[in-house]
């Protein structure tokens, strides 16, 4: 019977420690559920200050662009050019059709 006893008491050591664990895992579990809320939070609030940040980015490039500055010259002289080029490649194919 002495055994039965022993065995009995080493189970109920056993699972007092398995739910300790288990309140631990749970207390482990709600805390990163808060840091995950957390990070997702600061995602957004990243992401929305990035797509604000991109279009004053742009609105800054424009005014370079109308100030005359050399880098936005150079893509705006390029852009003219390819303009000109498929203008070129329109009247060609209407003299052609004519």
Same mark, same amino acid.
């Not at 039965?4 to 895992?25: F, I």
């Not at 990035?50 to 662009?65: F, G, I, R």
């Given at each position: 019977?002495s055994?039965?006893? *022993?065995?009995?008491?080493l189970l ?19 805390? #990163?559920?808060? *840091? #995950?809320?957390? +990070? ?18 742009? +609105? ?6 109308? #100030?005359? +500055? ?15 080029? *498929? ?6 194919? #209407? *003299?052609?059709?004519?």
């Amino acid at each position: 019977m002495s055994e039965n006893n *022993q065995n009995v008491e080493l189970l109920e050591r056993n699972l007092v420690l398995l739910l300790n664990k288990l309140e631990e895992n749970h207390h482990a579990l709600q805390s #990163l559920s808060k *840091q #995950l809320e957390k +990070s997702k939070m600061l995602q957004s609030k990243i992401s929305e200050e990035n797509k604000t940040l991109k279009k004053a980015n742009a +609105s800054l490039e424009m005014a370079n662009s109308l #100030l005359g +500055s050399n880098k936005s010259n150079t893509k705006t002289k390029n852009k003219i050019k390819m303009l000109i080029e *498929q203008v070129e490649a329109c009247m060609i194919q #209407l *003299q052609n059709t004519a």
